[in-house]
């Protein structure tokens, strides 16, 4: 199979995968869609570097978070379209909590969300976290601690509520 | 676990749902984008260069072959009645797509209403390579310089920009100093006119650049308007210009169009020769993207393109989305793709009277290209076949 058929398979098995990551990333379907666009590209460009014992998967991963926290917007230059749901799609998250994190996460800056989706989407320990960012352990124990106050501050405990729930 | 951390796993497990959907045949576009991308290869300074050349334009490229760009967008306008040299027939100009040396070249800027800044690109990196006067009228060209050979990728020229005479850009080095130079448009040896450190930030350095009068104005990518005279000196920053970013000299504002998710573009701007400040309004549910000196963009509560003043007046919901994210053209067009669930074509749309016109690009699937802008908002530019479309906004009004 050709660099370009190996390429296809694996945007058809994990594509799906890679976008919802680069939606937790981004907050929204557009620069999500940005995003994934922009680091399959460099994984193609990377391919016939990869050695086999290289994910293309992690590959990828890490270079959206990387992307993600650079100025990678102005970079752009062709995008592709697709359709994608509604803007302010996160409209439809349920009421409530996970909804003002969601408008919360919005607003922190993106070294931080990205050390956050790291940390609780990916499931990555902070030393995972540290390689993939090119951070220090430091940098991203600090990063973490700032954004989780921004979120408590946010998105406030409601003792009655949530003792009745959990 | 913490509470907040609890919240966090949970809301991150519900947003998957409505995370969007890979299209088809993904793969084997990005494939055409690669190869295409293959040929003008260059490092990630060279990438920043390519939006800083054109002001905090995202969707261009220097390589002049491909100005290719598309909005994720999922609301088309209206196909426009007709094609844009029929609806404004004194403001459609055209080139050969190629210039002398059979380089690739691209529009920068108009020296005066019949003379285009070109700038053609070199096959192997699209690097720079020379400045030319083109006569709209005649078709004749005339060389203003040549770009000596950088030692390095960070030694490209970028930002370029015309007035009172003179041609401005810059170039960076590997230690983050970006020198300004600047050329007579009648030609001439380039002259450094002063350094500024661009050590800030992630090396992007200068956003955008303008001739003032007999001085040089930049702003940096992290903030702060700086000028020099343009006959070399000191570079100064401009009273008032801290953390700020050049909108359209003697506008300036903030946050500026790069680095961190900040809101509304340029939503804070003052004049810095009468102190005159504006400050753009958000009505509750709203998102403004970015502001010119009059006009905004943005998104209403439904999630609708609209266009206002930034005094919050004459505001207009869009049928169709605004593709290009510049401070409004002229403050008064706007570019948006049409068709019926894909795009088809690009049109040109005016807010005040409603006229439209027809680009004449063509899509292909879901890719379609995009017009390229340039820092003043007055030319889009993009090409067709062998030649290449200006439309200059300023004979329109």
């Known amino acids: ?166 | 676990m913490t509470e907040v951390e609890d919240t966090l796993r949970a809301t991150f497990g519900r947003a998957e749902d409505h995370a969007p959907r890979l299209p088809a045949l993904l793969a084997e576009r990005l494939v055409v984008v690669h190869r295409r991308r293959r040929r003008r290869v260059r490092t990630a300074m060279a990438a920043a260069a390519v939006a800083l050349a054109v002001g905090g334009t995202f969707a261009v490229t220097r390589g002049g072959d491909t100005i290719t760009a598309v909005p994720a967008s999922e609301r088309y306008s209206a196909k426009p009645d007709a094609p844009v040299r029929q609806v404004w027939p004194r403001a459609v100009k055209e080139a050969p797509a190629k210039g002398p040396g059979g380089l690739d070249w691209r529009l920068d800027a108009l020296i005066d209403d019949r003379t285009a800044l070109m700038v053609t690109v070199t096959a192997d990196v699209g690097r720079d390579a020379a400045l030319y006067a083109y006569d709209l009228e005649d078709g004749t060209q005339r060389e203003i310089v040549t770009f000596p050979e950088p030692e390095d990728e960070s030694g490209h020229a970028n930002g370029i920009a015309v007035g009172g005479g003179h041609v401005v850009w810059w170039t960076g080095s590997k230690d983050r100093v970006a020198s300004l130079w600047t050329v007579p448009v009648d030609g001439g040896k380039p002259r450094l006119l002063g350094t500024r450190s661009i050590k800030e930030g992630d090396g992007s350095g200068i956003d955008r650049m303008a001739v003032a009068g007999d001085r040089l104005v930049f702003s940096l990518y992290t903030g702060g308007v700086f000028s020099v005279p343009l006959t070399g000196g000191t570079v100064e920053p401009v009273e008032g210009g801290a953390g700020m970013h050049l909108l359209s000299w003697p506008w300036i504002g903030t946050p500026g169009p790069g680095g961190e998710p900040h809101g509304t573009v340029y939503a804070r701007i003052v004049n810095v020769e009468t102190g005159e400040t504006r400050t753009a309004v958000t009505e509750p549910g709203e998102q403004i993207q970015i502001c010119g000196v009059t006009l905004c963009f943005g998104q209403n509560a439904e999630g609708r393109s609209l266009v206002r003043h930034r005094d919050g007046s004459a505001s207009k919901a869009l049928p169709g989305d605004v593709a290009l994210m510049d401070p409004p053209t002229q403050d008064r067009f706007f570019v948006s793709t049409y068709g019926d669930g894909r795009p088809e074509g690009v049109g040109l749309y005016d807010v005040e009277t409603g006229a439209s016109g027809d680009l004449g690009i063509r899509g292909d699937g879901q890719l379609i290209s995009l017009p390229s802008t340039e820092p003043t908002g007055r030319l889009l530019s993009y090409k067709r076949g062998d030649r290449l479309y200006l439309i200059d906004l300023a004979k329109l009004r």
């Open chain 1, 1 to 166: 199979m050709d660099a370009d058929a190996r390429f296809a398979e694996f945007v058809a098995e994990r594509g799906d995968a890679l976008l919802r990551y680069g939606y937790m990333l981004a907050g929204n379907p557009h620069d999500a869609a940005d995003l994934v666009q922009e680091a399959l590209l460099k994984l193609r460009g990377a391919w016939p570097r990869l050695r086999r014992k290289e994910n293309p998967e992690s590959y990828a991963r890490t270079t959206m978070a990387r992307l993600h926290i650079a100025t990678w917007r102005l970079r752009r230059r062709e995008l592709l379209a697709w359709e994608l749901p509604e803007l302010e799609h996160h409209d439809r998250l349920p009421g409530g909590d996970e909804r003002r994190m969601w408008q919360a996460l919005a607003g922190l800056p993106r070294k931080q969300r990205a050390v956050l989706v790291l940390r609780y989407y990916e499931q990555l320990d902070d030393a995972e976290i540290a390689a993939v960012l090119g951070i220090s352990r430091g940098t991203v124990r600090s990063q973490a601690a700032r954004a989780l106050d921004k979120l408590r501050a946010a998105v406030p405990a409601e003792p009655m509520t949530r003792g009745n729930a959990r």
